[in-house]
């Protein structure tokens, strides 16, 4: 799913009659929220739906996909998702 579907399926199923701009920022806004509050806290539950919570990944090493070499990856932090048991359920 795209944002414009997403932003339409919104529209769609919301009672309330507004316009697509109006939808948009709003949405932009959530998404912004969200990230800042991962960001910050480290995790963001929405009861029933899920969990996104930050990971650390330690350093590592791999391959270089065309030479083989063995090189070093950094530490990074990545974000997890977990769902809801709810969210299992429905699917």
């Known amino acids: 799913m795209t944002k414009s579907e997403l932003l339409e399926a ?3 199923n919301t009672k309330m009659e507004i316009s697509k701009k109006a939808a948009n920022t709003f949405m ?6 969200l990230v800042t509050a991962v960001k910050k806290g480290k995790r963001f539950y ?7 919570t930050v990971r650390t990944r330690k350093a590592r090493s791999g391959r270089h996909p065309q030479t083989g070499a063995t090189i070093k990856i950094k530490a ?16």
């Open 10 to 12: 919104v529209l769609k």
């Open 28 to 33: 932009d806004a959530v998404f912004t929220s």
């Open 46 to 52: 929405y009861p029933g739906f899920g969990t996104f």
């Open 76 to 91: 990074s932090k990545t974000v997890a998702f977990k769902p809801s048991k709810d969210f299992k359920e429905i699917l």
